[in-house]
């Protein structure tokens, strides 16, 4: 099983030169370690910031200089800062070309839920609900199955919906999982697994790609 660095590791694959990327809170954010140093790309964040860079070592750290989820950052030359509004603005204007977001369930349809539990107190949505209905394409990095052992990959989200069918691809600790027109398809599988133990943690139809293959994280 995938710890969070190694889900982090392989999304950072699906980052494209030339990009404009928000990483979400939790392992999304961890994506930005691993990005190739030969790409050419800016992070944003809802904050106001345009090119974050890799988290501080502790000699680096500016109190002041954090990401939407509150967490010192470093920045990149070239970075810019600005309001949350225009933050906001350049979101849903459509110039987000990737974002990855966590989420507690998502489903065969495309769906995320990853905003709030009924009944659990929350501090707000942040940005999520924006990116999902904006960003050109939604990854999301999460566990496979919850603490319970129970699946967060369903035939259909139980939680509040955050966005529909707007879920590309989900990387977990046991697989790469693309969202298709049909419904799940089983794209990568996590070293150490084998297909029927997917099958088995997926509380929804599975279909198994004809070029499946395990994943790898150069």
Do not use: Y
Request: glycine share 10%; net charge negative; aromatic share 4%.
């Amino acid at each position: 099983m995938l710890d969070r660095n190694q889900i982090a590791q392989r999304i950072a694959q699906e980052v494209e030169d030339g990009f404009t990327v928000n990483l979400g809170i939790g392992i999304p954010t961890l994506v930005a370690n691993f990005i190739s140093p030969a790409k050419t790309l800016m992070l944003q964040s809802e904050n106001g910031l345009l090119g974050i860079g890799p988290f501080p070592h502790n000699d680096e750290v500016d109190p002041d200089l954090i990401n939407a989820g509150k967490q010192t950052i470093t920045t990149v030359p070239g970075s810019s800062f600005f309001s949350s509004a225009d933050s906001f603005a350049m979101i849903r204007g459509g110039h987000i070309d990737l974002t990855v977001l966590g989420a507690m369930q998502v489903d065969q349809n495309g769906n995320i839920a990853n905003w709030m539990v009924p009944g659990k107190m929350v501090k707000g949505m942040g940005g999520a609900m924006d990116l999902v209905a904006s960003a050109k394409r939604v990854i999301v990095a999460m566990q496979h199955v919850d603490k319970s052992g129970e699946s967060k990959l369903l035939k259909e989200c139980t939680l509040p919906l955050t966005g529909i069918h707007c879920i590309h691809r989900i990387v977990t600790d046991m697989a790469v999982v693309d969202v298709n027109p049909t419904g799940f398809l089983l794209r990568e599988i996590a070293p150490g697994f084998e297909v029927d133990d997917i099958i088995r943690a997926t509380a929804a139809p599975l279909q198994i790609a004809s070029d499946l293959k395990v994943m790898t994280f150069g």
